[in-house]
């Protein structure tokens, strides 16, 4: 649910970063966090919890310059990737703009993938959303792991699990180094603004 | 849930229906926010001093949450929340469908003042907001 604030020119959008447990999605937005500057980053909000685990969500407002007037001020939220937590996906998916569907490049992560993006389709359909309405991007993260001893998955084997029905944009990370953490920001940014922008402004 | 956009008639009417009812009562702080945990309207004298985005978008989860708690005990939803603090205070209400608002006052003014107050100021907003 994007607000346009016509008095102050300002449009805000929710990105939602998804994925399984444990593929980077935190990272990703500690690295946004770390890397970009004090004007045009908010404080980042992560709910603490005992251990590394996402329970609720975090959250990093970014401030990123104006489009035709209007100052583009966007939110990144993660949620929680454990099965168990599917309330709480669901939960930060409400009013969602734009998604990030972070996928693991570990061969261990295989069926999570999968579990992950059909749990996402599940939860945006009770919120009478689709995967092909809202602007999505894919990420494929931990791409430094596959010249490792680390069994990890192909490209192809990803892009066949996730990619598919899904037909979109991929994006190689590793989040930790912040290769492709960016690109991936940029993208979902330009689609999620622009969505927004038909839809309200341009008509 | 549709898109939210806001007019300045919108805005101005509703700062003025929130300024009336809630700051001239003595409460800090108003924040009226929607279920995405976007921030509509903010008015009182310590918003400077808050991070009212953050506030704004744990006020949004915790409402959402406490609603399928009610869901869990067989409720709809709890229409208000409230939260005690040893000098400061939050009061959170459902206003129509898509907006919450949050009401942050001190120890001298009384939560029952509150409670009378956001109910009306809840009828006022949900006229301005049905007639954009």
Same mark, same amino acid.
């Not at chain 1, 791409?143 to 001893?149: E, F, G, Q």
């Given at each position: 649910m994007a607000l346009i604030n016509l008095s102050k020119r300002e449009i805000h959008c929710k990105i939602v970063y998804y994925g399984s447990g444990r593929c980077g999605k935190t990272t990703n937005l500690l690295y946004i966090y770390n890397a970009m500057n004090n004007k045009a980053r908010g404080k980042m909000l992560t709910i603490e919890t005992k251990g590394e685990r996402t329970l609720f969500f975090d959250l990093l407002p970014l401030n990123l310059g104006k489009i035709n007037g209007f100052d583009i001020r966007i939110q990144l939220y993660t949620v929680p990737g454990q099965t168990i937590y599917k309330a709480t996906r669901k939960l930060v998916l409400k009013g969602v703009d734009g998604l990030v569907f972070v996928a693991d490049y570990l061969k261990v992560r295989h069926e999570k993938n999968i579990e992950s993006l059909q749990d996402l389709r599940r939860n945006l359909l009770e919120h009478n959303l689709t995967l092909e309405e809202i602007p999505t991007v894919l990420q494929f993260n931990k791409?430094?792991?596959? *010249?490792? *001893?680390i069994p990890t998955l192909t490209r192809e084997e990803l892009e066949i699990d996730l990619n598919r029905e899904l037909n979109t944009k991929i994006f190689e990370a590793a989040a930790t180094k912040g290769i492709g953490v960016f690109e991936t920001l940029k993208e979902i940014s330009k689609r999620t603004v622009h969505y927004v922008a038909t839809k309200h402004l341009l008509t | 849930m549709a898109d939210l956009v806001l007019t300045t008639s919108i805005l101005e009417e509703t700062r003025i229906q929130i300024e009336n009812t809630l700051i001239k009562a003595g409460v800090n702080t108003v924040l009226l926010i929607d279920e995405a945990g976007n921030i509509v309207v903010a008015c009182g004298h310590k918003t400077d001093n808050l991070d009212t985005i953050s506030l704004a978008a744990l006020a949004a989860a915790n409402f959402g949450a406490t609603s399928q708690i009610a869901k869990l005990i067989g409720e709809d939803d709890f229409a208000l929340l409230f939260h005690k603090g040893e000098k400061d205070s939050i009061h959170v209400a459902r206003i129509g469908t898509d907006l919450i608002l949050v009401t942050i006052f001190g120890d001298n003014v009384s939560l029952g003042l509150i409670r009378l107050r956001v109910a009306q100021l809840a009828k006022s907003i949900e006229k301005t907001f049905g007639q954009k």
């Open positions: 791409c430094d792991m596959v *010249p490792t *001893p | -």
